[in-house]
Nanobody, 118 residues
Framework: QVQLQESGPGLVKPSQTLSLTCTVS??????????WNWIRQPPGKGLEWIGA???????YYSPSLKSRTSISRDTSKNQFTLQLSSVTPEDTAVYYC??????????WGQGTQVTVSS
C-alpha cells in the first residue's frame, strides 16, 4: 500500500513561493504507470488539480496555474515537490499529494493547510 505525506510551511507571505514536499513510502515514484499529483482545495470550494509528475519524470500542469507552477522529484529520497510562485491569498488551500494509477486516484496524503497572508 502506497502512503504519501505532505510537508512544508503552513504560512507563506504574498508574492513568495510556496514549496511543499510529498514523501512516498511503500512504493517507488519511478514505478511504471504511476502518476504523482498535486491537488488543492480552497476553503469552501472543490478540488483543483495542480499538476503531476509521472514515473517517467515528465511534468503536466493545469493551464490556469502553469505559469507559476513547477513540480520536480528526488528519486533518491522517493519524494516529489511542488513550487508555486507569486502566491496570493487566493492560493490559500489544503494541499494534497495523491497517486494516480489505472485511472484512479488510489492513495492520498492527509493534506496540509497552507495560508497565504502577510
Amino acid at each position: 500500500q502506497v502512503q504519501l505525506q505532505e510537508s512544508g510551511p503552513g504560512l507563506v507571505k504574498p508574492s513568495q513561493t510556496l514549496s511543499l514536499t510529498c514523501t512516498v513510502s511503500g512504493g517507488s515514484i519511478t514505478t511504471n504507470n504511476y502518476y504523482w499529483n498535486w491537488i488543492r482545495q480552497p476553503p469552501g470550494k472543490g478540488l483543483e488539480w495542480i499538476g503531476a509528475i509521472p514515473y517517467s519524470g515528465s511534468t503536466y500542469y493545469s493551464p490556469s496555474l502553469k505559469s507559476r507552477t513547477s513540480i520536480s522529484r528526488d528519486t533518491s529520497k522517493n519524494q516529489f515537490t511542488l513550487q508555486l510562485s507569486s502566491v496570493t491569498p487566493e492560493d490559500t488551500a489544503v494541499y494534497y499529494c495523491a497517486t494516480l494509477f489505472a485511472g484512479s486516484l488510489n492513495s492520498w496524503g492527509q493534506g496540509t493547510q497552507v495560508t497565504v497572508s502577510s
